[in-house]
Each structure stands twice: as structure tokens, then as C-alpha cells.
């Protein structure tokens, strides 16, 4: 059930924003209107985000049952790096949920393909190459280390035996490298792909000054076109492999949103290196891990 908002009757008559607020599910609430405070904000996005982190969490690795069958996390991240293995599990479930849209464009993009038929396109589903359900389900594609953070795979015609996309013409595989970053583009993104280390690179943040990291790699790439460090060959290397959300049909907001609920459960809770309690060892109780949510045993 959703937390929701309780108010004296005078302090909800008095308040015209009270009044239209008043009994709403807390997760409904915009997170960044001008009238929440941070307190609020905190409450809206706990409501919204707290059971998606921890399945998130726990497809990552980055949670796991202890022995005494508590939750616990994995420490010694950084939260960038924390968030990086989130935002995978939320890039998968963004596409295998949205193949017609947002699984799609991510399938085209990093398979280099024009126009696939959707039927084709169908046949294949994203993983992570890291995660706990990759290595129990196709285990022959589960590699932590792998350059590719998610990859497209499919039952091959007529057999039971799982292939993996390619790109277009060649044998090379075809996937995504997720990225979770607000700073160092150049080591992180653009150097990786002018060496051949990536291929196709999904950056999800925004720097503190609002601009998107997306938007600082165009710059840079702009800058080295220019200065005559890389050629136009390269430039359209570095163009095409690099891609935003929005650009696959995501909402930034909701990126955003949910970072912002990363950092404050992440600056709340990862200095403990011991068991998660205060609700999450708690709440996850009476509750299942199933196809990337958390959903109550009885479903």
C-alpha cells in the first residue's frame, strides 16, 4: 500500500496545494515541484523507486541474502559506480518491456541494422552480462568483466540453443555499454571508443549543472574535429556509438528522478557495512524477486 499524506483539516482548508494533495498516493506526487521540500521529496521518492532498487539491486549482484536471510549490500563503490550497475538492470528491463519502442531503437542502434521487421526483432531479449539471472538462466553469456554491459540474444530457429546478436555483416556481437557518469567523458567514453574497447555507449546522467553527459561528449567530439586531432571517419565513429535515453524513447525525468533516489538511499545507507535494516531487510519480507520486480509471494 502507498504511504500517504495526513494533514490536519485546518492546515488542508487553509492550503489550497494541501487540499489537492491531500490522501493522494505520495508516489504521484511531482518530486520537483516548486511547493515540495526536501523531506517531501525524500518520501515521494522512496514511495516510488525504494522496491525497484532493490530488485534492481539484487539482479546486479549489489544486494544478496546473507546467511541469516537478511539483505545485505555489497560495499567499497563509489556511487557513480553504484548507480552504473542499476541503471543496467534498468536499461534491460527498459527493453525487454518496450520492444516495440525503446527495445527496438536500442536492438537497431547497436545491431547497426536498418529498419529489422518487428517479428525478428521479437525473437531476441536484452540481458546483462553480469547478472544473477543471466548466470542461473544462460549461463554460457554470463561475464561480468564482458565489454558489453547488454546483449541480444535468441533461441536459434528450430533448436533450443541460445545465439547472440550481431552486427549487421559481420560477426562481431552486438550490445551496449551503460554508463553513469557526470565527469571524465574524454577517459570514460570517448577515448574507449576511438580504441575499439566499446562500441555502442548509453551514458544516462546529467552533470550537476544540468547539462546531460551525452551533450558534453558531442562538445568534446566537436572540439577534437576540430583542433584536427581526429578525422571525420572517426567523428562519425564517435557520433553514432554514443547515445542519451531519450534518444531510445526513455524518459530523462524519470532517469533523473530515480538517481536522485540512488544518491539519498546510497549516502544513507552504504557506509554500513553490516545488514540493511530500517526497512529494506524488512520490507522485502512477504515478497519475491520475479522477471526484475519485486512482487508479494501470493502473485
Known amino acids: 500500500m502507498s504511504t500517504k499524506i495526513l494533514c ?11 487540499r489537492a494533495m491531500f490522501d493522494v498516493p505520495v508516489g504521484l506526487l511531482d518530486p520537483n515541484h516548486i511547493s515540495i521540500d526536501e523531506n517531501l521529496k525524500k518520501q515521494i521518492l522512496r514511495d516510488r523507486y525504494h522496491n525497484k532498487l532493490i530488485a534492481d539491486g539484487l539482479e546486479t549482484g549489489r544486494f544478496f541474502y546473507g546467511v541469516n536471510g537478511q539483505l545485505q549490500f555489497r560495499t567499497g563503490l563509489q556511487a557513480h559506480s553504484f548507480a552504473g550497475y542499476i541503471f543496467e538492470a534498468y536499461a534491460v528491463q527498459c527493453f525487454n518491456d518496450n520492444k516495440q ?37 544462460y549461463p554460457q553469456f554470463y561475464n561480468p568483466q564482458h565489454q558489453l554491459d547488454v546483449r541480444f540474444i535468441r533461441k536459434k530457429p528450430k533448436t533450443e540453443i541460445y545465439e547472440p546478436a550481431t552486427q549487421q555483416g559481420t560477426t562481431v556481437g552486438a550490445g551496449i555499454q551503460i ?31 544540468g547539462v546531460h553527459s551525452y551533450e558534453r561528449c558531442m562538445q568534446i567530439v566537436k572540439k577534437l574535429f576540430k583542433d584536427g586531432v581526429i578525422g571525420l571517419h572517426e567523428r562519425n565513429k564517435l557520433e553514432d556509438g554514443i547515445r542519451n535515453p531519450e534518444s531510445l524513447g526513455m524518459d530523462q525525468r524519470n532517469i533523473d528522478d530515480y538517481y536522485q533516489y540512488i544518491l539519498y538511499w546510497f549516502n544513507g545507507r552504504a557506509e554500513i557495512d553490516q545488514n540493511i535494516y530500517d526497512g529494506i531487510g524488512l520490507e522485502v519480507k512477504g515478497y519475491k524477486y520475479a522477471n526484475g520486480l519485486l512482487v508479494p509471494e501470493d502473485e
Do not use: C
Open 8 to 18: 490536519s483539516n485546518q492546515e488542508i482548508q487553509s492550503d489550497p496545494e494541501l
Open 101 to 137: 519502442t525503446i527495445g527496438r531503437n536500442a536492438f537497431i542502434w547497436s545491431t547497426k541494422r536498418q529498419q529489422p521487421n518487428q517479428t525478428y526483432v521479437d525473437q531476441f531479449k536484452a540481458i546483462g552480462t553480469g547478472f544473477i539471472t543471466t548466470s542461473s538462466s
Open 179 to 209: 554508463k553513469a557518469i557526470t565527469g571524465n567523458e574524454r577517459t570514460e567514453i570517448i577515448d574507449p571508443l576511438l580504441s575499439g574497447k566499446y562500441t555502442h555507449i548509453l551514458t544516462f546522467l546529467r552533470h550537476a549543472d
